[in-house]
């Protein structure tokens, strides 16, 4: 069963098992139903990745979501892992100090 969630200008949809993509923009306008989705999506899956290649937008909003996902899995002792991080995430996360967080260190 193939799951998905989207909100306005945002999707979490899984592309094979234990594997989803993350597309559009992950902002604060976008991020509610998405983030709710994603947390309890963590807490249930042992281990997972995230695609975030396509993701077209992120702001600190966007960021406190993969943040808040990764304290999720964390919490639980599951494995939560990113992939195709944006170099506009990566340059955010790094001017606030949390690049090693999403990089896995």
């Keep these: 069963m193939s799951m998905t969630i989207a909100s ?3 999707e979490l949809r899984e592309v094979s098992a234990h594997r989803f ?3 559009g923009e992950l902002t604060f306008a976008t991020q509610g139903t ?3 989705f994603g947390e309890s999506l963590v807490r249930r899956e ?3 990745e995230i695609d975030c ?3 077209a937008g992120v702001d600190s909003a966007g960021l406190a979501v993969l943040l808040d996902w990764l304290a999720a899995a964390r ?3 599951h494995r939560l892992t990113y992939v195709g991080l944006p170099a506009s995430l ?8 949390v ?4 990089r896995g260190a």
């Design 21 to 23: 993509a993350l597309t």
């Design 34 to 36: 998405v983030h709710a």
């Design 75 to 77: 919490a639980v002792g």
């Design 53 to 55: 290649d396509a993701l």
């Design 90 to 97: 990566l340059q955010l996360a790094r001017i606030s100090e």
């Design 46 to 48: 042992a281990e997972l």
């Design 8 to 10: 306005p200008s945002c």
């Design 99 to 102: 690049d090693g967080f999403l």
